[in-house]
């Protein structure tokens, strides 16, 4: 039954909720309070309202006021009115009810539950990062940094950044260059699509030699780019260079001759004069990934490849491994020839690491605070490869450690056919490791030996025991 205006008036203020409050004139906001309490069921069609006069008097406001709203929504549809019936709630026809069909949760794929320990390769002990260190880099950077660096910046990078790399690369690796040949980039992945993505950085295409073991999401970049890859044989020197001459018709190679991932060992000093010598024969191109090339323990520095000849080789490096995989920086040093197309490239805005970062990484190398970083590092990184070998020797000796004079990670030479078997009990024991199988490249005909690629750089100090524990448990008997 209808509500009478007189019920319907006395609960005017505080039952029936009229919010009058808000922005706008007195009228506005009547007219937003009497709309809302129709559509929200306070006000149920059929209802008849206070004669505008009454509802003056009751809220306070003039007659008019009352009456202007009134007309508004007559006129809107919310309410009608009649000569001698009075103002009224408009009937209007029910919205047709559909049965509601209870949402079920997004179903998620179930995630294995993380491992215990972690041994995968390439990861650096995260809770050393020098934060300290970084942190009073930053500042001085940027107290320091003329206001352009903050504007529109230079595609191949800042000359603060390239200045100190020049330095650093020429002392610490062998490098021969000067910052106009230094293109800063986001890390490795990066260059490589750089070199031979699409746009003008696209100079390099065909086949492309490579190491048989190596990253495999490198090899997808490439093939991403249409670009061949060719396997070259391993042995205890490193890439087979020979082989680039033995009818593959290829004008570029990519080694790690630092330090070959993830076999270990560094490239041949006969070998790394033959691959120039290709290069300089065949009008080709050497692309050096410069793995792992600052972590060496029971060996001298092996200066790089790029310095037997500039104009012949692409050096590549980055932070991931001296710093962090998070601090995204890393650099080209080119032959002259390719400097335009990277930049091309590259473009003119976005693809670019941090400008921050940039000066803040230039002020770590200048202050030194860069090599005491990665002395202090190349001490507790050996310090855990020694635990390594000697849980080895003790608990698992028929199990040979190779690769172990520099990086991050060792090879565990495994009993034939024991590869699969052996990585499925690592995962029983809580282990995340990986196989050697994975890093094989699909097309390679050399032998394939069986093996674990063991990380010891991430997990913490108090649980590295147990893990190498959990390790030896793990291999098979001898």
Request: net charge positive; glycine share 12%.
């Amino acid at each position: 039954m209808a509500e009478s205006w007189v019920n319907l008036a006395e609960r005017i203020g505080s039952d029936l909720h009229l919010e009058l409050s808000g922005a706008g004139g007195r009228r506005a906001v009547l007219i937003r309070a009497l709309r809302d309490a129709v559509r929200e069921g306070r006000l149920a069609p059929g209802t008849r309202l206070p004669p505008y006069r009454s509802l003056a008097a009751d809220l306070g406001i003039a007659r008019n006021t009352v009456a202007d709203a009134y007309a508004e929504l007559v006129a809107e549809g919310w309410l009608t009115a009649r000569q001698g019936s009075g103002t009224r709630v408009a009937e209007r026809a029910a919205p047709p009810t559909r049965a509601r069909v209870p949402k079920r949760a997004p179903t998620r794929p179930a995630t294995p539950a993380p491992p215990a320990y972690d041994l995968r390769q390439g990861r650096p002990d995260a809770a050393s990062f020098p934060r300290t260190a970084w942190l009073a880099a930053a500042r001085r950077a940027l107290n320091s940094a003329p206001n352009e660096a903050f504007g529109p910046g230079d595609p191949q990078g800042r000359v603060e950044l390239r200045r100190a790399l020049a330095g650093y690369l020429g002392r610490a690796r062998g490098v021969r260059t000067d910052p106009e040949r230094i293109v800063v980039c986001s890390g490795f992945a990066h260059g490589l699509r750089l070199l031979f993505g699409s746009g003008g950085g696209g100079m390099l295409r065909g086949r492309l030699a490579v190491e048989s073991y190596g990253l495999g999401f490198h090899r997808s970049i490439l093939a991403t780019a249409g670009v061949r890859t060719v396997p070259l044989g391993l042995d205890e020197k490193g890439a087979r260079i020979e082989e680039l001459t033995e009818g593959q018709r290829v004008r570029g190679v990519l080694l790690t001759p630092a330090h070959q991932f993830p076999t270990g060992g560094p490239l041949h000093p006969t070998r790394r004069a033959a691959v120039i010598d290709w290069a300089r024969t065949r009008d080709g191109l050497v692309l050096e990934d410069d793995y792992d090339g600052e972590f060496r323990y029971d060996r001298e520095p092996v200066g790089a490849v790029q310095g037997l000849d500039p104009e012949r080789v692409v050096y590549m490096g980055s932070v991931s491994k001296s710093l962090s995989p998070g601090v995204r920086i890393g650099w080209l040093v080119l032959p002259e020839h390719l400097i335009d197309g990277v930049l091309e490239a590259k473009g003119e805005r976005e693809a670019w690491a941090s400008v921050i970062d940039q000066l803040t990484l230039a002020e770590l190398i200048e202050s030194g605070h860069y090599d005491r970083h990665i002395r202090r590092m190349r001490q507790r990184y050996r310090g855990r490869r020694d635990q390594l070998v000697a849980a080895l020797a003790t608990h698992a000796p028929h199990i040979s450690p190779t690769g172990v004079a520099a990086g991050l990670h060792a090879v565990l030479r495994l009993p034939p056919g024991t590869e699969q078997s052996t990585a499925k009990a690592a995962s029983w024991q809580g282990l995340a490791l990986e196989g050697l199988a994975e890093f094989r490249h699909p097309e390679a005909t050399m032998p394939a030996p069986d093996g674990l690629v063991v990380g010891y750089s991430t997990p913490p100090d108090h649980a590295y025991k147990a893990a190498l524990e959990a390790l030896c448990r793990a291999l098979p008997p001898g």
